[in-house]
């Protein structure tokens, strides 16, 4: 049996409890250095260093090549990395699948949404909900990056999307909508040549929408990857935004440009993995949020 051949043997008859060298090897792979992998599994420097040692001891092989500026994995490393993501997907699983059994309205649960949607939306509702059920650990985290539930990074998401992952279950609401937007008499107030337009940096369309906007002559003078900073911007009389109705409508310091008609944008998700969407916990929450969203529906749809 060739080295490789017996590393893999190896690594294919690991027991799960072996799982937490693989770990480490996870992540010095995915960070590419010892300080990185360091950040991603919550240790010091000094442990990673340690626990490669000690790996690269027990496999009696280089698992990663020393490169500039860190570690890449060897050529047996690669094969090892192959049969850690393996395993790493089947403890996700199998936490997953624990995770799922809790018979009671009982447990932690990781919410992923933007934050617009938890400031502006829902804040009302979580905080009813944890107050409803004092037994559930809700970890609100928000971001509009997408998260894997594959991996466990969140139990439920709450997304705007017109194609979710398929293999996600839950429930589509409806769409919501943008206007344009600025502080109270911002029109008046500023000369049609200093009248700038705000935008969100990350948006996947492009500046075509001023064409057809309110104030088609007005440049983008500044961007940003905050919706929430935009939406102070604007409201300090910095500039014009486009942005979602249920963000600017209630704003008093803000009205909708003349003539501005909102405009259907992506559909709104709850969504969850398979695996949980029969727990109650879980079952629960995603309802308590839906119905929230509902009755919100004018608001979030620009008719109010």
């Not at 804040?123 to 985290?141: G, K, V, W």
Request: hydrophobic letters at 40%.
């Amino acid at each position: 049996m060739s080295r490789i051949d017996f590393v893999l043997y190896r690594c294919k008859n690991a027991p799960m409890n072996e799982w937490d060298q693989y770990r480490f090897i996870l992540a010095i792979h995915r960070a590419g250095t010892i300080r990185g992998a360091a950040d991603r599994l919550g240790v010091n420097h000094a442990t990673v260093s340690r626990r490669l040692t000690q790996i690269e001891r027990g496999f009696d092989a280089p698992v990663f090549d020393k490169v500039k500026g860190g570690y890449k994995a060897s050529e047996i490393g690669l094969e090892i990395v192959a049969a850690a993501e393996d395993m790493e997907l089947i403890a996700l699983a199998a936490d997953r699948k624990s995770r799922a059994v809790s018979a009671n309205l009982s447990g932690p649960i990781r919410v992923s949404m933007g934050e617009p949607i938890a400031q502006c939306l829902l804040q009302d509702a979580l905080l009813q909900f944890t107050r409803m059920h004092p037994n559930i650990e809700l970890t609100i985290e928000t971001s509009i990056n997408l998260v894997d539930l594959n991996r466990s990074e969140a139990d439920v998401v709450i997304r705007s999307t017109q194609n979710p992952p398929e293999h996600l279950v839950g429930r589509r609401l409806f769409p919501y909508y943008l206007c344009e937007y600025a502080a109270n008499g911002y029109l008046e107030k500023t000369r049609p040549e200093d009248r700038r337009w705000m935008a969100f940096s990350r948006s996947v369309s492009g500046p075509d929408w001023i064409a057809t906007s309110a104030v088609p002559d007005a440049p983008i003078g500044l961007r940003s990857d905050d919706l929430m900073w935009l939406l102070s911007a604007a409201r300090a009389g910095a500039g014009m935004i486009r942005t979602a109705c249920y963000m600017a409508d209630p704003d008093p310091d803000l009205e909708r440009l003349p003539g501005a008609k909102p405009i259907q944008a992506q559909d709104l998700w709850v969504l969850t993995h398979p695996d949980l969407k029969n727990t109650p916990r879980i079952k629960h929450l995603m309802g308590h949020l839906a119905a929230a969203i509902k009755e919100k529906g004018d608001l979030i749809q620009g008719r109010l």
